[in-house]
């Protein structure tokens, strides 16, 4: 799988919209960008992922490079609850990783009031 | 109505014990994992079923077993606990499809070997 790289800490303040960026510039054709996130003391959580064209749901959008080199986990409005550690990984889910994810150290986020 | 859940949620023993922590899911998932939380933080996958067969199993020592008796149940029993084994571990799931994987996590099983 590809290696990302990630701000190791972001700050927010309440209500405005986190930027989160990864960098995967090894990213190969069949390879996923995924977002998941781990609140403090829980099991990481799922938020979204994409292959090259940019993906909204109802927790956040994800926007990619054309050259899929990189790409931002956009949360539109944080809240308090939004604080936890942001893990881009890239992968090719479900294929011949056979679902493996690799976490790196991915972004400890801080929402402030 | 939890979708993965794991027991115990807390686990204190003694080096050279022999403990075992389950792991069961309601979402009819085919795929199930063990990933391993270590005191810096570090997320790493440990073992991964997919229809009861073992498709992941990573750089472990031998004393931990999985073990994955129907799609909806996988457990690990770790002989002969050390030091190091304290960590949290978590359970997955997902429903295997090709690229498309989500994998949904249980609450984790804090373990502390003293």
């Known amino acids: 799988d590809a290696k990302t790289t990630q701000p190791t800490s972001m700050d927010c303040a309440e209500g405005r919209a986190a930027n989160l960026p990864c960098n995967h510039s090894t990213i190969s054709g069949n390879e996923y960008v995924y977002w998941y996130r781990q609140i403090h003391s829980q099991g990481p959580q799922y938020i979204i992922h994409?292959?090259?064209n940019n993906e909204t749901n109802e927790m956040a959008s994800l926007i990619i490079t054309e050259d899929r080199k990189s790409s931002t986990l956009i949360l539109p409005h944080a809240t308090l609850r939004d604080t936890a550690v942001y893990y881009c990984i890239v992968t090719d889910a479900g294929g011949t990783s056979y679902g493996k994810l690799t976490f790196g150290q991915g972004t400890i986020l801080t929402v402030h009031p | 109505d939890t979708a993965v859940s794991q027991t115990p949620k807390y686990l204190v023993t003694q080096m050279g014990n022999d403990k075992s922590i389950k792991c069961e899911q309601n979402?009819?998932?085919?795929?199930m994992y063990w990933y391993k939380q270590d005191s810096k933080k570090f997320l790493k996958i440990m073992f991964s079923?997919?229809?009861?067969?073992?498709?992941i199993n990573e750089t472990v020592p031998n004393r931990f077993s999985p073990k994955s008796p129907d799609k909806a149940h996988l457990n690990l029993h770790i002989n002969s606990l050390e030091l190091g084994d304290s960590a949290v571990y978590f359970c997955a799931s997902s429903q295997r499809r090709t690229r498309k994987e989500t994998q949904y996590f249980g609450p984790g099983t804090r373990l502390l070997v003293l």
């Open positions: 979402l009819g998932h085919d795929t």
């Open positions: 994409g292959l090259k």
């Open positions: 079923y997919n229809n009861k067969e073992l498709i």
